[in-house]
């Protein structure tokens, strides 16, 4: 399946750029924009884990959806593995879908109540070809796999199952196609801790077996850095911040990364937090601010960050936006 | 310092034709004021029924209480009608989860915590509008006067949030219960909310009560912390020895299944199997059929809360002292 060799990038994505019309005005056309994710370029490299972090509204769900095609972008290009997606001598958006497939947050609402277990886990392969009996077969290997005995659980209804299993369920539907790429969007969040401990053990080893690439989204900064190689920060449909966990995590150069991090409740009770990082809540994407979106929320906004948008630059170990970081950009603070 | 509120022995059942459930098992604590504890627990461990059931919010026609709450002596427990109407909102006020849910989407921010004042206190409507713009500020809202005006779908989140915290704390309470009020908030807005409870809490010289299911966010509020199981308190101590020192082979597990930094390439220590399901009363140790030190006498009766340590109360029969920290 691997075709262009280890160094050529799973999955490229250049200039997504998607805004949801808001209907509003005079006979519910389309007053305003919200702008979900703008001009975001990405790259996800084959065995690795990406991690996504940001608040709600940054656009991480909508980035995800995004590579799955699920939502068409209103302009940019894909390439899978060297493919070009939905172009000429490219592969086609069904193709795409076989090969990245996609957990969700809400293991129920992801599952059709009047379906099996083993319905479910069958259908797609079944819908692209493979007879019955074997796509039968290939569900009760796959339940056996996410760690529930097919015996009692094949039969079974979504309704009758706990949150953690139908999760374990949905991971298995989305293995049941053999994809190369799996977006997982906040699919642990809803998880108890100890729950959610047994699953994460569970994607590391569905990982290492099957050969996996992650796309990992999620608030939780802690799951995030346990679970990623690489880590992007996103704010109201940019991205702020990406790089290896570690020099993300240890040594964040953007102040909203910087923020976040420190946002975390402390696990110590001496060493309590005594001031919140930053003020106010993540603003509109409906209208975010000029320039440098995070200016509104920055305690070192300056003339230069309402003017001028600063672009991803690479500072050594990661690549971030902002104006304190880029040479020559007018702020007081740049190097 | 006399106890604000005290639990003893609580039992809350919840009955339907279909099926009974015993969501809360026997909880015992006390609550001073000034003072937060934090209730720790995954879902369905029964600490939201024990929240509730201090403000008696569950439906009269199919749930059973045994044992007492006492509130400043009062026995909530056996209040109706005026009684509790009286007692919620200015004796006892709680903020929730979901803020946009909790207020009225067809009214002003204002109007609905004027109301609140007016119905408790009986002050004018025009007094009752300057204590509600004073709460506004209080709770670090900015342009409070705007704001009164405002209906909830035009504010964020974290200001809605901050909003309910007003509205519960418009007429005096002494005791505060707080149901996960940080869980739907975005990290940058969680500390800041956190923040805001524990100022409050000290100002007002509250007593405060806050579920949740996030450990780090029950190290950052609480004084004290139980864990609860399977409708039972299986730890309660010092917010410090908790951390510190926890005693309970679930409480262990559920700081070692918590993710942190440097845990990274690391195997979880998940607790395997799920909780118990509750439609009998639990005859053993809940904690035992997941528990990796079980032993016979788990299972032989339900383990006593005993005293491990000065205020460190723990449930389980296991070799606590030799289990290794």
Redesign the interface.
């Known amino acids: 399946m691997d075709r262009g060799g280890s160094a050529q990038p799973l999955l490229l994505a250049r200039d997504l750029r998607k805004h949801f019309p808001i209907a509003g005005g005079l006979l519910g056309r389309a007053t305003r924009v919200v702008r979900a994710v703008d001009d975001l370029s990405l790259s996800v490299e084959k065995g690795e884990t990406l991690g996504v972090v940001g608040?709600?509204g940054c656009g991480k769900s909508t980035v995800a959806r995004l590579l799955m095609r699920l939502i068409k972008p209103d302009r940019g290009t894909m390439v899978l593995d060297g493919d070009p997606v939905d172009q000429p001598h490219g592969i086609t958006v069904n193709e795409l879908r076989r090969q990245v497939q996609m957990v969700f947050q809400d293991s129920y609402a992801s599952l059709n109540p009047r379906l099996t277990i083993v319905e479910t886990l069958a259908f797609a392969p079944k819908a692209h070809g493979l007879p019955s009996a074997e796509a039968r077969a290939r569900s009760r290997d796959l339940l056996a796999k996410v760690g529930l005995d097919p015996v009692h659980f094949a039969d079974r209804y979504p309704h009758e199952l706990?949150?953690?299993q139908r999760q374990r369920v949905n991971i298995a539907r989305a293995l049941a196609l053999r994809p190369r790429l799996v977006i997982l969007d906040e699919a642990v969040s809803a998880l108890?801790?100890?729950?959610?401990?047994?699953v994460?053990?569970m994607l590391?080893d569905l990982k290492s077996e099957f050969g996996l690439t992650y796309v990992f989204i999620s608030?939780?900064?802690?799951?995030v850095?346990?679970l990623s190689d690489r880590v992007m920060v996103m704010y109201l449909g940019k991205i702020v911040e990406i790089g290896p966990?570690d020099a993300i995590?240890s040594d964040p150069q953007h102040p909203y990364t910087r923020?976040?991090l420190s946002?975390?409740?402390?696990?110590?009770?001496?060493k309590?937090?005594r001031?919140?990082?930053?003020?106010?809540?993540?603003p509109n994407p409906i209208d975010p601010p000029s320039g440098c979106r995070f200016r509104t929320r920055c305690p070192f906004a300056e003339g230069v960050c309402a003017k001028a948008e600063p672009l991803l630059t690479d500072t050594g170990a990661q690549e971030v936006a902002c104006h304190m970081r880029i040479k020559g950009s007018g702020h007081t603070r740049a190097p | 310092m006399s106890n604000l509120l005290s639990v003893q022995d609580l039992h809350v059942t919840f009955v339907t034709p279909d099926r009974t459930v015993h969501a809360v098992n026997g909880v015992s604590f006390d609550v001073k004021r000034g003072e937060t504890l934090g209730i720790l627990g995954?879902?369905g461990s029964g600490k939201s029924v024990t929240l509730r059931s201090i403000l008696k919010l569950h439906p009269e026609h199919r749930t059973r209480w045994s044992g007492s709450i006492k509130l400043e002596g009062d026995e909530v427990l056996g209040m109706t009608g005026g009684a509790l109407a009286d007692l919620r909102g200015s004796r006892v006020s709680m903020i929730f989860q979901e803020p946009a849910t909790a207020f009225d989407p067809v009214f002003t921010i204002g109007h609905q915590i004027a109301e609140t004042i007016k119905r408790h206190t009986g002050k004018s409507e025009s007094d009752a509008w300057k204590r509600a713009r004073e709460l506004l500020e209080l709770v670090h809202i900015p342009s409070p006067a705007q704001r009164l005006k405002a209906y909830p779908h035009e504010m964020?989140?974290?200001?809605r949030q901050r909003a309910m915290i007003a509205l519960a704390l418009s007429c005096d309470p002494s005791l505060l219960l707080a149901d996960e009020p940080t869980t739907a908030l975005?990290?940058?807005?969680?500390?800041?909310v956190?923040?805001l409870i524990r100022e409050l809490q000290r100002e007002l010289d509250l007593g405060v009560i806050f579920v949740t299911?996030?450990?780090?966010?029950a190290?950052?509020v609480s004084d004290r912390i139980g864990v609860m199981y399977a409708g039972k308190l299986v730890e309660l101590g010092g917010?410090?020895q908790m951390?510190d020192a926890p005693r309970h082979p679930y409480t262990r597990?559920?700081l070692?299944?918590?993710?942190?930094?440097g845990?990274?390439g690391q195997?979880?220590?998940?607790?395997?199997g799920?909780p118990p399901d509750l439609a009998e009363p639990p005859a053993a140790c809940s904690f035992a059929p997941r528990c990796k030190y079980a032993e016979p006498k788990c299972l032989a009766a339900p383990p006593p809360l005993t005293a491990a340590t000065e205020g460190h109360l723990v449930r389980c029969v296991g070799r606590i002292d030799t289990l290794a920290t």
């Open positions: 608040e709600s706990s949150g953690g108890d801790k100890s729950v959610e401990a047994q994460l053990n590391a608030h939780d900064l802690n799951v850095q346990y966990v995590y923020a976040l946002a975390r409740p402390s696990m110590d009770p001496r309590r937090t001031e919140a990082p930053i003020q106010g809540d993540p | 995954e879902s964020s989140g974290g200001m975005d990290a940058t807005v969680q500390i800041q956190l923040l299911h996030d450990i780090g966010v190290v950052e917010v410090e951390v597990g559920l070692a299944s918590t993710v942190h930094g845990m990274r195997r979880l220590e998940a607790i395997p799920a």
